[in-house]
């Protein structure tokens, strides 16, 4: 884990907020929540956004790590807007990742319950959007959407070129309501159009 093992262990036991930055070429690109798995070479964040609102689950690498904060005054302004449980957002529960890979392990779980992805692929914002068909120990294939819920194409992605995982979002919950109400999405923009 390098040097963010005693900060990310602390997290974990004390469920502590952090902020983890990922982009060199932007320091603001930061994602925060609350460590949910962790082992040596990954980690999975429960989300939360601006004002505690909870906004699913992120598996990354911890080697994309650019820096790690904990008990700053964000952090403690974000855990204190979410314990008031106001602004919460249903995400699916998923269990935590004991072993094995947590973005395969966060996969395989999104697999089994039918939950929408976005899988970034790397730093410059290439990513697929979709239902995972398949994963294997070197690969996992997706069903790919664009954001109104229509169906794209399938592809199929090395696992070890994926940057992070999400599942259970905002914008997961809405495309994956889009799929799912496809037909009546169609009858709503008509009828917005006449």
Same mark, same amino acid.
């Given at each position: 884990?390098?040097?963010?093992?005693?900060?990310?262990?602390h997290?974990?036991?004390? &469920?502590?907020?952090?902020s983890?930055?990922? +982009?060199k070429?932007?320091?603001?690109?930061?994602?925060?929540g609350?460590i949910?798995?962790?082992?040596?070479?990954?980690?999975r964040?429960?989300?939360? %956004? %601006?004002?505690?609102?909870?906004?699913?689950?992120?598996?990354?690498?911890? &080697? +994309?790590?650019?820096?790690?904060?904990?008990?700053?005054?964000? *952090?403690? %302004?974000?855990a204190?807007?979410?314990?008031?449980?106001?602004?919460?957002?249903p995400?699916?529960?998923?269990?935590?990742?004991?072993? @094995?890979?947590?973005?395969?392990?966060?996969? %395989?779980?999104?697999?089994?319950?039918?939950?929408?992805v976005?899988?970034?692929?790397?730093?410059?914002?290439?990513?697929?959007?979709?239902?995972?068909? $398949?994963?294997?120990?070197? /690969?996992? /294939?997706?069903? +790919?959407?664009?954001?109104? @819920?229509?169906p /794209?194409?399938?592809?199929?992605?090395?696992?070890? &070129?994926?940057?992070?995982?999400?599942?259970? $979002?905002? *914008?997961?919950?809405?495309t994956?309501?889009?799929? *799912?109400?496809?037909?009546?999405?169609?009858?709503?923009?008509?009828?917005?159009?006449q």
């Amino acid at each position: 884990m390098g040097p963010f093992d005693k900060m990310l262990r602390h997290g974990l036991q004390h &469920e502590n907020a952090v902020s983890v930055h990922y +982009d060199k070429s932007d320091y603001t690109a930061v994602f925060c929540g609350y460590i949910d798995s962790l082992n040596e070479h990954e980690c999975r964040l429960r989300m939360h %956004r %601006r004002y505690g609102m909870a906004d699913g689950w992120r598996a990354f690498r911890l &080697e +994309d790590v650019i820096f790690l904060e904990i008990n700053g005054q964000y *952090e403690h %302004r974000l855990a204190y807007f979410a314990s008031l449980g106001d602004h919460q957002f249903p995400f699916p529960q998923l269990g935590q990742i004991k072993d @094995g890979s947590i973005i395969q392990g966060t996969l %395989r779980q999104a697999k089994e319950l039918g939950l929408f992805v976005s899988i970034r692929m790397d730093a410059d914002n290439y990513q697929l959007n979709g239902f995972v068909q $398949s994963i294997s120990d070197e /690969t996992v /294939t997706i069903m +790919d959407h664009d954001p109104f @819920g229509l169906p /794209t194409g399938e592809a199929v992605v090395p696992l070890d &070129e994926v940057f992070y995982v999400i599942c259970g $979002s905002m *914008e997961c919950q809405r495309t994956q309501h889009l799929v *799912e109400h496809q037909q009546e999405f169609l009858e709503f923009r008509k009828q917005q159009t006449q």
